[in-house]
């Protein structure tokens, strides 16, 4: 077969379980392996033959694969690229490769599908005059032609970015990351997009009390439509980041309530790096606290439970390995029953 830059590519079957991988290996471009009961292994090269890497992956209601991340190539170097593949069969159904203005690093570090199949990604892209900006950009999905984008730059022009993207159930996309402004440094952002237009519907910007690093890492959408995003914030000097999840009205982006863990810990590193909503709305959030003042242990493998109405804690869990190093979970779900899955190390 032929990649879907036009040069020499493979592609496999076998029969297995059903399973999604997607991985970076090396120089020799980006892959992605879909298996269901026939597999496919895609590999994907830029012109500059360098690091090409996909960073996200979903499926959309027909089983199709669609992959986010980039790929470098001549001349433009980094470019937000996101591939559409049959996941049948593992045939390119289109591809999309996005330059910013400056020719220099774009990244797709998100996306999503919405009910009628269209694709959402995001991430950065970088202008000149205003650096990274915080990039969303809406697809056809069955054609792959670009439906909408919107290019967000903080008051300070520098860097800005988006981490994670989703879709209610109106089919309106909320992204969630950072934006740098005057006065107040890289703030904690989210903002929703009307899904037909891209047309901004309202933005929320959360500066922490030390007015310095903010950045939402992870967002949600409940059953009513409520918005929920989770990162980290800086507040008192000296407390380094604060585990952070805030609950925004989906209507209005009015906030409804903000849980901010801070351990009592002279520069205490704790994140939210995933976020999740059960049947009842209750908020899962998963990441990592420091716990102890001894320097013999590091961060902790943590899970928080809040309640939907409040953000009460309803239940907190911290798992330290043996070893008394790192600990974070990077990912987590919760099943019909409503337990709760995390996942990291």
Known sequence: MVDVFGKPGFYRKERTMKKLMLTLVGACGLVFLCIGAWGCLVTIDGTAHNI????????????????????TNTGTSQDFAV???????????????????????????????????NVVAAGFTQNIGTGNDFTVIKFDGATGAELWRQVIDGTAHEGDGANAVTVDGAGNVVAAGFTQNTGSFQDFTVIKFNGASGAELWRQVIDGTAHDIDEALAVTVDGAGDVVAAGRTRNTAGT???FTVIKFDGTSGAELWRQ????????????????????????????????????SRNSDFTVI?????????????????????????????????GDVVAAGF
């Open 52 to 71: 090409d890497e996909a960073l996200a992956v979903t499926v959309d209601n027909v089983g199709n694969v669609v992959a986010a991340g980039f790929i």
């Open 260 to 295: 901010v863990i801070h351990i009592t810990r002279t520069f205490s590193n704790n994140q939210a790096l995933a976020v999740t909503v059960d049947a009842a709305g209750d908020v899962v959030a998963a990441g990592f606290t420091t716990n102890l003042f001894s320097l």
């Open 305 to 337: 439970k809040f309640d939907r109405a409040n953000g009460t804690v309803l239940w907190r869990q911290e798992i330290n390995g043996t070893d008394n190093t790192d600990d974070k979970a990077l990912a987590v779900t919760v099943d019909a029953a």
């Open 83 to 117: 591939v559409k593949v049959d996941g049948a069969v593992g045939a390119e159904l289109w591809h999309q490769v996005i330059d910013g203005t400056a020719h220099e690093g774009d990244v797709a570090k998100a996306v999503t599908v919405d009910g009628a199949g």
């Open 240 to 242: 380094d980041n604060d």
